[in-house]
């Protein structure tokens, strides 16, 4: 970033606006949401093959089935709390290269507290119930999906668009977590029963993670496109 000298003196509304816009262009080159993304969606389709090698699964002979997701617990804690490490280090390093200040520490310590919730609640409820039913209804399963570590990644992701002020993440945020928690379809309706369970919930991370991996792009691309 370059800095310009503004005359003194000069017509205030002028003075004003060129305030105004350089601010806006701090703010802008503040800006590694495309960074942000990338490491999330990373994160999220690394931890596709824990959860479904994790999850202990017993089908029974009228076709229910029991399962436990205990490889979610045993990744995604530590994943994220270290991809929001890498996120806030990034953003620091980019700010100072540029000689700015970064405000990312609010979005890590907002990813540090939804990742103890996210990891509280499914400790408690694999206590609570050490097998879990397979057939759930609807809200439940919205319910799980919002506490889950994707659905956590996008509450995460409102702060960062309203640190950043920036409508467009704030609109693929939104978007994203509508997709999460209701678009994508909550049947088991998928092959064989211990595929289908394990189907049932690496769909939904692969689609989540597929969608930050376009995300990063998309904002990479507007990032290079010239002002």
Same mark, same amino acid.
């Given at each position: 970033m370059t800095t310009e000298s503004v005359p003194v003196g000069?017509?205030?509304?002028r003075l004003l606006s060129d305030v105004r816009a350089l601010? /806006?262009?701090v703010r802008r080159d503040q800006r590694m949401t495309w960074v942000a993304l990338l490491v999330?969606?990373?994160?999220?389709?690394?931890?596709?093959?824990?959860d479904w090698f994790g999850m202990r699964v017993h089908c029974h002979a009228d076709g229910s089935c029991d399962f436990a997701r205990r490889g979610v617990l045993y990744y995604w804690p530590a994943a994220l709390l270290l991809a929001y490490a890498a996120i806030a280090v990034c953003y620091v390093r980019t700010a100072?290269?540029?000689?700015?200040?970064?405000?990312?520490? *609010?979005?890590?310590?907002?990813g540090a507290a939804t990742t103890a919730v996210f990891t509280a609640a499914w400790v408690?409820?694999?206590?609570?119930? *050490?097998?879990?039913?397979?057939?759930?209804s609807y809200w439940w399963l919205v319910v799980d999906r919002l506490i889950a570590p994707w659905g956590m990644i996008g509450i995460a992701l409102l702060v960062l668009a309203r640190l950043e002020r920036h409508p467009a993440l704030l609109l693929f945020t939104l978007g994203y977590l509508a997709a999460v928690?209701?678009?994508l379809p909550m049947d088991e309706g998928w092959g064989p029963? /211990?595929?289908?369970?394990r189907a049932q919930f690496a769909i939904p991370q692969l689609v989540s993670g597929a969608v930050l991996l376009l995300g990063a792009a998309g904002f990479a691309a507007a990032r290079r496109r010239p002002r």
């Open positions: 000069g017509d205030p509304r601010a /806006h262009r999330l969606a990373v994160v999220t389709l690394a931890g596709i093959p824990f100072r290269a540029r000689g700015l200040g970064a405000r990312v520490l *609010p979005y890590a310590l907002t408690a409820a694999a206590m609570y119930f *050490p097998t879990h039913p397979h057939h759930f928690l209701f678009v029963p /211990h595929w289908g369970v």
